[in-house]
């Protein structure tokens, strides 16, 4: 641990108790950054933790909602897309200057700032949310080594477990490796969509257009609904936690001139890495509306539904197998996200700590538990409600994470120097508020069916 961002409590200003052990205190400020470096130099060096950020916005909730969106409306949800990223941006931003400004992260300042009536509630949801991003990354792995090796999704369940043994080891050998791996499955996800968008020959001129927010997306209720899914499953509950804990694995100084530095380098990090989230979630609505849209296949939502038609329509056998690699990668790339984002959570709560594969394992249980036995008495359609399920269930605990992120962020009292602008505070407060609302919405929707 660098001596100057040792783990000595600050004043407590604003906070009702002084931080306590820094946040992944085993890997806190691990990744040296060049004192007297360039710009470009540091830059680098900050580049790694908004690419896992950016994992949570392309996971198998969005897929679905994006197959959906493109199949049914061509390409004008793509506009949706590209302000549920511009949203993603804004509070991403807010986690970084919290993990940075306040030196907690989003678990910590809620065990700092609020009595523990109120943050062990907190923790609870927390954890819950965990155990929902767990199932649906579940899910994702199962159908995509269903897809490509034709194991059955009940036994796909079971076997995506022995991930904890992967994570375990890129945690051994240092965070870069564990950032590594994600950048590396990113790429051949961005590579398999780039290669099946080529197949499909979209109509460009169509996409630019898609990209700009039409009446119509009001107007009409059919797409309308689709683009409250879109809105709603973009922010998940638990990037939250994570990115404000990930930034301060950056051994960045403590000095006011070096923390101001690092929020800009870090929101730097994240935009790059959500622009490139954007791409592929606007490559998954492109793909859907080249092929099926195009071919009057209006109604293709379900992961597997798209994998089989994929050859037919793009005469191509190896469509359907981009196809299953880019969902597997996904999958595998959620296992990291959310074994950090457990680890933040239940140690920033409650300062607890238990050994990785321990803490690894209950949460794994926890998903896997429901996953199998629905897969087994259900099937496939099991899995797909399941899957909704978990959306709902993040859903639900968004808004006892996002709030308080903002208060958090507005305060002087708690932030110091390094309070969010007051521009910036508004803008994320109507950013929370519409996140909050259409996820409302779509609950209320779940409910009544």
């Given at each position: ?68 969106g ?15 990223n ?9 986690c970084?200057?919290?993990?940075v ?18 943050s ?86 169509q ?15 059919d ?20 990115h ?22 870090a ?12 791409l ?9 509306a ?78 896997i ?26 859903s639900l ?13 507005a ?37 009544t069916?």
């Open positions: 641990m660098p001596p100057d961002q040792a783990a000595t409590p600050p004043a407590p200003g604003g906070w009702r108790a002084a931080r306590g052990e820094p946040s992944l205190a085993d890997m806190f400020g691990s990744v040296r950054v060049a004192k007297g470096g360039s710009f470009w130099r540091k830059l680098v060096a900050f580049l790694g933790p908004g690419y896992l950020v950016a994992v949570g916005y392309m996971d198998p909730g969005n897929w679905a909602t994006s197959l959906a493109g199949s049914k409306f061509g390409y004008a949800l793509l506009a949706v897309a590209l302000i549920s511009m949203m993603a941006i804004v509070l991403q931003a807010l970084a200057r919290l993990g400004g306040s030196g907690r992260d989003l678990a910590q300042a809620c065990r700092d700032a609020y009595p523990k009536w109120v062990w509630p907190l923790w609870l949801l927390a954890e819950i949310a965990i155990s929902a991003t767990d199932l649906a990354e579940i899910i994702g792995t199962a159908i995509g080594l269903n897809l490509l090796f034709g194991i059955p999704l009940e036994i796909g369940v079971l076997i995506t477990a022995a991930d904890v043994f992967l994570i375990l080891a890129l945690q051994a050998i240092g965070f870069r490796w564990i950032e590594a791996f994600v950048v590396a499955l990113l790429g051949v996800i961005a590579a398999c969509f780039a290669v099946q968008i080529a197949m499909a020959d979209p109509d460009w001129g996409v630019i257009r898609g990209f700009a927010p039409t009446v119509n997306i009001v107007a009409n209720r797409m309308l609904y689709l683009a409250l899914g879109i809105l709603g499953a973009t922010v998940m509950p638990h990037n939250l936690y994570l404000s804990g990930l930034v301060q694995t950056r051994g960045y100084g403590d000095s006011v001139p070096e923390k101001k530095e690092a929020i800009t380098l929101t730097i990090d994240s935009t790059i890495a959500l622009c490139l989230a954007l592929i979630n606007a490559s998954i609505l492109i793909l859907a080249a092929t099926f849209h195009k071919a009057g296949k209006t109604d293709v939502a379900e992961l597997d539904q798209a994998h089989t038609l994929l050859s037919p329509m793009l005469g191509s056998s190896i469509a359907p197998t981009l196809f299953g690699i880019a969902l597997l990668c996904c999958g595998l790339n959620s296992t990291v996200t959310a074994t950090l984002s457990g680890q933040i959570v239940m140690e920033g709560f409650i300062n607890i700590k238990i050994a990785p594969w321990l803490r690894r394992l209950v949460t794994r249980m926890i998903a538990v429901p996953a199998a036995i629905v897969t087994i008495w259900y099937g496939e359609k099991g899995t797909a409600q399941l899957l909704i399920l978990s959306q709902v269930v993040l605990q968004l808004p006892f994470a996002i709030v308080p992120l903002v208060l958090f962020t305060s002087k009292a708690k932030m110091g120097t390094f309070v969010a602008p007051r521009w910036l505070s508004f803008i994320a407060a109507i950013i929370a508020a519409v996140v909050i609302a259409l996820n409302v919405k779509l609950l209320i929707d779940f409910v069916g």
